[in-house]
């Protein structure tokens, strides 16, 4: 079964390139969100990111290679 993983930070492009070298090209994007909170009435409000994904097990991708030479074969 696939982990979710949340990840948060200032900006969205530092966020993806950790997942890619963290976690490989094998992750699916499930949200990615602007998040503002705090302020008053809406000014002062602090912005960050939120990043969903899903890794894959790797459990899972051998039993999905495996099916798919005993399939092909």
Sequence with gaps: MPTRVLLEGPAIEP?????????????????ADKVRSGGFGGFFAKQHYELSVEVPDTNDDRKNTMQRKTTTA
């Design 15 to 31: 966020l993806l390139a950790q997942v890619r070298e963290e976690y490989g090209s094998g992750v699916r994007i499930i949200s």
